[in-house]
């Protein structure tokens, strides 16, 4: 049972504009929620991070916002750039644990 | 300072076969988290090490095993690989687990698994 849905599959936006990859999750144990950036041939790269406590966090272009009642959360990459082309996944940990439940991604295309 | 440092980068086996991952975390950490990524898919949990005791185990058969050293690096195990097996095995660390430090992965670039 896939416990976090992750949309769009794959995204194209153009330089400059808004990029908004959306999740949703299931088990309300959940209480950490990271976003992960993933280029070919690397590992994931933590990129941001909320907790339930909090609606909104944002750090530089990154923004998540947390909609606990929905159980959603979403990533807003504003001026996207080339350079943010990349995978990214959503996830989700139950409390303390260091388990995290991935996404299925989200292949980000930025053109020039 | 080093990341979370895996080896091998890639490797060829055939079905029936044994392959051992090995990982070495950040200085510090002291849980080791396994992971397995599938081609155009999200990781998926495979271990938990903390302080060489297995803390969480995934959804996988016995066919995996792992274990953790006394200087908190990690090996990884699978037996009679399965074509299903190819894959990307992620190994993080984390400074320690039990608390909000635990869900702070750092994540290796991984070793390529290919079974033919």
């Known amino acids: 049972q896939q416990q976090v849905k992750q949309s769009p599959q794959s995204l194209i936006v153009q330089k400059g504009g808004i990029s908004i990859i959306n999740c949703a999750y299931e088990n309300t144990a959940f209480d950490y929620f990271p976003w992960y950036q993933q280029f070919p041939g690397k590992g994931p790269a933590l990129l941001i991070a909320?907790?339930?406590?909090?609606s909104e966090k944002k750090e530089g272009r990154f923004t998540i916002s947390f909609n606990k009642s929905a159980k959603q959360f979403s990533l807003h990459i504003m001026d996207s750039q080339p350079g943010d082309s990349a995978t990214y996944f959503c996830a989700a940990s139950p409390s303390n644990t260091g388990k995290l439940i991935f996404g299925q991604g989200t292949t980000l295309q930025v053109k020039p | 300072d080093a990341g979370v440092t895996q080896s091998p980068t890639h490797l060829i086996k055939t079905r029936g076969q044994q392959v051992t991952l090995r990982c070495s975390p950040i200085s510090g950490h002291k849980s080791v988290s396994w992971y397995q990524q599938v081609l155009g898919q999200g990781p998926q949990f495979i271990f938990q090490?903390?302080?060489?005791?297995?803390?969480g185990r995934g959804n996988f058969p016995d066919r995996f095993s792992a274990r953790q050293f006394p200087n908190y690096s990690s090996e990884l195990n699978v037996n009679a690989l399965l074509l299903g097996d190819s894959a990307l095995y992620l190994c993080?660390?984390?400074?320690?687990?039990?608390?909000?430090?635990?869900?702070?992965?750092?994540f290796g670039a991984g070793s390529r698994l290919t079974v033919l």
């Open positions: 993080a660390s984390s400074l320690r687990t039990g608390d909000s430090g635990a869900n702070v992965l750092t």
């Open positions: 090490y903390y302080e060489k005791e297995e803390r």
């Open positions: 909320i907790r339930p406590d909090v």
